[in-house]
């Protein structure tokens, strides 16, 4: 069936280290990749999201390819910082017979100074 | 802006104690969700609406029903409260124009319910 698969954690990184999350999914059709982030104590937010291959999503340093070839949309970052400390979702959206979201189990990071 | 918006933030039941975990959306999304988290776990979702007067099920609807008779409002209520319910719930809104979030269109969440049944 569709799925998503994240890399286990927790990772624990240095600031300014970088920083690879790998993500690799499953599906039936042609799905919109997303990475979202969930900081203590709140709901999860929109960090990027690519709609089809080859896009690459950005935003707040983090980037993401959508690589059909290998089923992947793993996120980068250059240099984290402390700020970064969160759980971050990888997660596809098909159309079945509701608009689907599959989320992967998330990926716990903690970045110290 | 408020955003999504959810009520209470955490809760204890008893087993077979009934209560509803409120949700708004000050958004005008046509589009409602609700989720929910276990540890370790990604989301699962429970149940989704599409616009007002129309629900349906998603992955994981035993336990839960939903009604939505308004835009702003999207109520999930536990009927008799087991064990297996013990979770954090997490509403959710999407607006498109289409209805496809293959298009991309964005979830936004509120900050969750923590529920914890003894």
């Known amino acids: 069936g569709d799925s998503v698969t994240q890399m286990e954690g927790p990772v624990t990184l240095s600031e300014e280290a970088f920083l690879t999350i790998n993500c690799t999914y499953t599906a039936t059709g042609y799905p919109s990749l997303f990475w979202y982030v969930q900081y203590p104590g709140e709901g999860l937010q929109l960090l990027l999201k690519?709609?089809?291959?080859?896009d690459k999503g950005s935003n707040k340093g983090f980037e993401a390819t959508y690589r059909k070839e290998t089923t992947s949309f793993h996120l980068e970052k250059g240099s984290v910082q402390v700020s970064d400390s969160a759980v971050y979702f990888c997660a596809l959206s098909l159309i079945t017979s509701y608009d689907k979201v599959i989320f992967g189990p998330g990926t716990s990071l903690s970045v110290i100074p | 802006n408020a955003g999504v918006t959810q009520t209470p933030k955490f809760r204890i039941l008893k087993i077979g104690q009934s209560m509803t975990l409120q949700c708004t959306q000050d958004?005008?999304?046509?589009?409602m969700y609700w989720y929910r988290q276990d540890p370790g776990m990604g989301l699962k979702l429970i149940y989704y609406s599409v616009g007002a007067g129309i629900t349906d099920k998603g992955e994981v609807p035993n336990g839960y029903n939903v009604s939505r008779s308004t835009t702003e409002d999207f109520p999930l209520r536990l009927e008799l409260a087991a064990p297996s319910q013990t979770s954090v719930y997490f509403c959710a809104s999407s607006s498109s124009a289409t209805g496809r979030l293959t298009l991309g269109e964005t979830q936004y969440f509120g900050p969750g319910t923590r529920l914890l049944v003894l």
């Open positions: 958004m005008n999304h046509n589009y």
């Open positions: 690519a709609t089809k291959a080859d």
